[in-house]
Structures are given as structure tokens and as C-alpha cells.
């Protein structure tokens, strides 16, 4: 089940939306507006949470809320990696929340938050334990980064690549999982009670076997991803289709973002659109494919 929609991804992030383009954010802002404002008339359950921001920035929010944008959702998503990339220490995290809750009314959810095991996997141990200790009965939703690494042969979702040095390589070694499936130490300590955020890349061959140590692992809350550029690839809709029956028996949040490159100002998945309407597009036609229709047969099933 789809509790929720995520628009973008560290909207705030060079490697994930070129604010060099977008200076202001009034083109992310209009474009989160315009879609927040399409799902709600198709679905007017489903939560609706800004992408998950990174770095955690007060200011950031303030300057949405100037646009309008903030009005529209039901949460702000957060993005924290203190023992790997951020500049905090993990024992700050209480206090990053409360940074944002002191300048919106909307509940605050953890949408990221993770440690690598790129220096020692007792690290991690360590980072998970605490991390829950600290977040779980903070805040209403917290999502572990994520249950698998990255195989060494694919890329970091990146801009940077070799020249980010040891911080490029970390985005390889975050999951609770090794890249071939066996289990980290940390795996043992999850509490079932945060979710993971497991991104499943275009055909991934890890799918059917992530959802089996989900349920093994008694995990109720997923937060994943339909890219919309991969959106425009043939066979996409079979992909997706795929992925999201599979998925099908978790509370899923799920994030919309990544412009197709034929769509940008520039072809590059961080590009603000041409045309911030079809951004809103997209969106309602995932809504009306996984959300709208799926409720319509569950409505005509029972009524017979």
C-alpha cells in the first residue's frame, strides 16, 4: 500500500537538482506545488512529504514556505549521515529535527538516515543502535539507508564521482547487506519498527530477493523510488509494474523525482524542466496506476 508520495530527492543537493540553474528554487518550488496539487485532487488520502532534504537547513524551509509550497504537504522528509558526510555529530540529531519543527507546523520524518561500513563495519553497528535510540520515538517516520550496497560495478547517484575522494566511496557500503546479498553485522540489530529506504534501480535483479529479507526481517515500512526518467525507457511500465506488485504488501512511501534528459533545460537528471506541468504529469499518471486504480478493482471486488 502507498502511504505516501515524496516529491523529489535532496531538492537541496547539487546532485540531485542544479540549483546553479534554479539560483531561488522557484522552479523546484512551482513544480512540487503544481504536482502536491494534482495528487491531492486524485488522492486526497496519501501523505504528501517534501523531498527529503540535504543538508538539514532551516532556511531552506523558510524559502519554500515564502513560495507557497510548504501548505500543500503533510511532512517535511530529512536527510542526515552524521558519521559519514554531514559536518554534526550523531548525538545532534534531537536538535536537527527540532531546527525544522521550529519553523513549520508540519511533522518532520527522517525519509534518510544511514552509516557506512566503508572504514569498519562495527561502525555501523554502533551508528544503527544509536540512531535508533535517538530517532525511533522522535519522530513518526524514520527510514534506515538501506538494506543493500551498491555493487561495485554501478555508480553513486552523483555529480562528483572520484573527485568527492573517500566520500564518493561510501555511498557503496551503506547497506545492512553486502552488494552479494550476505549480511553485515548490523543486520541483527534492526528494529523492525524503522523502515528501510532500499532504491531499486531500472530492472534490478535484487527485487524479488530485497522483499523476501524485508519480511523475514519483519520491516512494515518501505521507502523506495519510480524514477521519471526512467519512466520514458521502453518497457518501463512493465518494470514498474513489477516492482510495485512486489512491493505491494508494505507501507510504502514513495519518491518521484530525476528529470529524463529529453525533458530537461539540460539533458541531465538534475535539470529543473522545460515544462514544469509535465513533472505534474508524471505524477498522476503513477498516482492513477498504482493508487487510483488498484483502490477501484479492491472497491469492485468487494462490492461483488
Not at 84 to 96: C, F, G, M, V
Not at 261 to 272: I, K, L, N, V
Amino acid at each position: 500500500m502507498i502511504e505516501a508520495i515524496k516529491f523529489w530527492n535532496e531538492p537541496n543537493n547539487l546532485s540531485h537538482w542544479d540549483f546553479e540553474m534554479d539560483p531561488e528554487w522557484r522552479e523546484y518550488a512551482e513544480m512540487t506545488r503544481r504536482a502536491a496539487l494534482t495528487v491531492r485532487a486524485l488522492t486526497p488520502e496519501i501523505k504528501l512529504v517534501l523531498g527529503g532534504i540535504s543538508p538539514i537547513d532551516a532556511d531552506f524551509i523558510r524559502l519554500l514556505m515564502g513560495y507557497g509550497v510548504l501548505k500543500e504537504l503533510d511532512a517535511v522528509g530529512v536527510h542526515g549521515f552524521p558519521l559519514d558526510w554531514n559536518h554534526w555529530q550523531l548525538d545532534h540529531w534531537p536538535d536537527k529535527v527540532a531546527e525544522i519543527e521550529d519553523v513549520t507546523d508540519l511533522p518532520v520524518w527522517v525519509t534518510e538516515v544511514g552509516v557506512s561500513t566503508f572504514g569498519a563495519e562495527e561502525v555501523q553497528v554502533f551508528g544503527l543502535k544509536r540512531t535508533t535510540e535517538l530517532l525511533l520515538d522522535r519522530v513518526e517516520r524514520v527510514f534506515w539507508y538501506s538494506l543493500y550496497d551498491l555493487p561495485p560495478s554501478w555508480e553513486a547517484t552523483t555529480r562528483h564521482r572520484e573527485s568527492e575522494g573517500s566520500a564518493y566511496y561510501r555511498h557503496f557500503y551503506m547497506g545492512l547487506l553486502r552488494h552479494d546479498g550476505t549480511p553485515k553485522p548490523a543486520l541483527e540489530h534492526l528494529d523492525p519498527e524503522m523502515g528501510i529506504c532500499q532504491w531499486f534501480h531500472f530492472e534490478d535483479h535484487r527485487l524479488e530477493e530485497a522483499v523476501a529479507w524485508l519480511k523475514q526481517l519483519g520491516v512494515k515500512r518501505l521507502r523506495t523510488g519510480i524514477s521519471w526518467a526512467d519512466w520514458h525507457r521502453p518497457g518501463a511500465l512493465e518494470w514498474f509494474d513489477r516492482q510495485m506488485e512486489a512491493i505491494a504488501s508494505f507501507d510504502v512511501t514513495l519518491t518521484l523525482c530525476f528529470t529524463p534528459p529529453s525533458r530537461g533545460r539540460r539533458p541531465c537528471h538534475t535539470s529543473p524542466p522545460i515544462d514544469l506541468a509535465e513533472f505534474s504529469q508524471f505524477a498522476s499518471e503513477v498516482v492513477e496506476r498504482y493508487i487510483v486504480k488498484p483502490a477501484t478493482r479492491v472497491r469492485q471486488v468487494s462490492a461483488s
